[in-house]
Structures are given as structure tokens and as C-alpha cells.
């Protein structure tokens, strides 16, 4: 029987909906979480002259056979939970083989992905999200990344003084056994007055947009579910996940050139899912900010009442 393969955190709870949503209407599901590989999860897959990539993945209580596989979902799973006998050196070596044998069989079944992990990866990357977005029509902010102090004064007196650094890469870290977030935040002439550490690595500045309010833009296929966010203060109005309680939610639908830019973006990198952002100024102008292969959307669907689960469900059912 057709099988959908779901690969996430098992307390992945975004992931608990689309799993009942694909259930509910009648998909045979497969989960598993990559942490479960070796210790819990047995994969035994071949291949032929005369037939692609079978044979199974297994658990305790279930299994899936690689060729009945017809779609995945792919969702941040967890890393590989490798025996606590092994040394360092064993673990890096076991782990390196987990992720070409098992990573390289599964990424290799020919299916429908949301989304393929190749694609995730060079999607994350926010230099080519920028020009990916402007080729596709989207205007994007002036936008520097260096690790120049002096680039940065350029830049700033460039675009009139009023600019916003923000992370490159992920902006979540861990600190002291503690989740630590570094928001957007506004340059001040204290901050270019010092500039130590610019030099120590790559960081992304760009002009500050004028803004009426934000926009989170799911996009899951071809189908776009938007939601205005509106920050009521001035921590969230420079970076509206400093503050949740101070922000809330309204549905709307983006202007065609949006919707149609959107659309172009998500097929020049291969996705079938992203979370976009965007600025939309007093004027209502769209401005393009970033997008995640791998975002956060549940608690917008909880907030507006948009089906987003139900459509990443009909997505991996090649539903319409």
C-alpha cells in the first residue's frame, strides 16, 4: 500500500497535526525520528540491475518497504542516537556512515518531498534567498553582509543611517545549558561607535524598512496562506519574536505580484513548503525578508484558523 514516510521529532507536536490530518483521511503513515537509527530502527535496503532501491525500514512495531514509499515529509528530526559504548572518534566515523546509508537511501527514493532535504539545505542559505526573491520580482532590502567594521559605517551612512543587523545563519544557540535568541535589532551611534568583534565573523546588515505591519506567508505547493502580524510594542516592532504577547494575528491575501512572485521563488529552489516574511509599509508595499524550508506554522494556524495542516496533508497526497 502507499506509504507516507514522515521523518521529525517524535515531540514534534506541528508535526502531530499533519500526521492526523493524513490519518483522518485515510494515508497509511510511517514515522520515525533519525534518533531512532541504529538502536531502534533496522534499514535493509537493495538495489538492482533490475529494480531501484527495496526492502524496508523496520521498528519494534512496524515497517515500510522502500518501493511502496509515496511520499516524505521532512521535518527537523533529531540527530542519530549512536551506542554510548562507542568512543568519540567512533561516533563521528558511525555517524558520518548513518547519514550517507540511511540519509543517502531515503533522499534517493523517487517520490513527492515536502521537503527534499538537498533543496532544504541550499535554501537556508539568506544570500540566495535574497537574489532568488529579486530575480522572482520580490523587492528586498539593501542588504550588506560582511565582517568589515568599516563596510558597516559605509553602509549605514548609504542608506541614511537607519539600519538593522540581524544573524546570517540560524539565531538560536545554546548558552550555559540555556536556548538563547539573537533578535533584529536597531543600530544605534553607540553601536557604530563600536564595532569590536565585526571582524570575528560573517553578519548580515540591511536598511530598515518602514513598516505598517508584518506579514508570515506560508506557502505550501501553490497555495498561500498569509497572515498579517501586528506588534503593539516597540521590541516587537523591530523583531516581533522578542515579544509574542504583544503581537497579534489577522488572515489577509497578498497582491497577485506577490502571490505570483512567491510562486516563481518556490520553484527556482525546488520547495513545496516554506515560511516567508515579509515588511509591508504605511504605503503597503511588500518587502521581502527571508524564507524558512523548515519554518514554524502551527501556532499561526492556531491564531487565524488557516488550514495549513490539512494542506501540507493534501500536498503529500498529490491532492488538489
Same mark, same amino acid.
Given at each position: ?93 558511525? *555517524?558520518?556512515? *548513518? ?222
Amino acid at each position: 500500500m502507499p506509504t507516507v514516510l514522515v521523518i521529525a521529532a517524535h515531540d514534534d507536536w506541528p508535526t502531530d497535526r499533519v500526521v492526523k490530518a493524513l490519518t483522518d483521511g485515510g494515508a497509511e503513515v510511517f514515522r520515525m525520528d533519525t534518533s531512532e537509527f541504529p538502536q531502534q530502527l533496522t534499514l535493509a535496503g537493495r538495489i538492482d540491475a533490475r529494480q531501484g532501491w527495496s526492502g524496508g525500514l523496520t521498528t519494534a512495531h512496524r515497517a515500510v518497504d522502500l518501493a511502496h514509499i509515496s511520499a516524505v515529509y521532512y521535518r527537523a528530526p533529531n540527530p542519530f542516537n549512536l551506542p554510548a559504548t562507542m568512543s568519540e572518534p567512533e561516533r563521528r566515523f558511525a *555517524a558520518a556512515q *548513518a547519514r550517507a546509508g540511511l540519509g543517502g537511501i531515503i533522499s534517493a527514493v523517487g517520490c513527492r518531498w515536502v521537503n527534499h532535504p538537498a533543496a532544504m539545505s541550499r535554501a537556508e542559505y539568506k544570500p540566495l534567498q535574497l537574489a532568488t526573491a529579486r530575480a522572482c520580482g520580490l523587492t528586498v532590502p539593501t542588504t550588506l553582509i560582511t565582517n568589515s567594521p568599516d563596510a558597516v559605517r559605509t553602509f549605514v551612512g548609504d542608506v541614511g543611517g537607519r539600519a538593522v543587523c540581524k544573524p546570517v545563519a540560524t539565531p538560536v544557540f545554546i548558552e550555559d545549558d540555556q536556548l538563547k535568541t539573537v533578535y533584529t535589532r536597531r543600530l544605534s551611534e553607540e553601536d557604530l561607535a563600536d564595532l569590536r568583534g565585526i571582524d570575528t565573523t560573517a553578519h548580515l546588515f540591511q536598511a530598515w524598512v518602514e513598516k505598517a505591519h508584518e506579514v508570515r506567508l506560508t506557502a505550501v505547493g501553490d497555495r498561500l496562506f498569509a497572515a498579517e502580524i501586528h506588534a503593539a510594542s516597540s521590541d516587537a516592532h523591530i523583531d516581533w519574536r522578542s515579544d509574542y504577547a504583544s503581537v497579534t494575528y489577522r488572515s489577509t491575501t497578498p497582491p497577485t505580484h506577490i502571490a505570483e512572485g512567491v510562486r516563481r521563488y518556490m520553484r527556482r529552489l525546488g520547495l513545496r513548503f516554506a515560511a516567508l516574511d515579509f515588511v509591508v509599509s504605511p504605503d503597503g508595499e511588500w518587502t521581502f525578508l527571508e524564507a524558512n524550508p523548515c519554518g514554524q506554522w502551527d501556532w499561526i494556524e492556531h491564531a487565524t484558523g488557516l488550514g495549513i495542516s490539512q494542506a501540507i496533508a493534501d500536498e503529500l497526497q498529490g491532492a488538489l
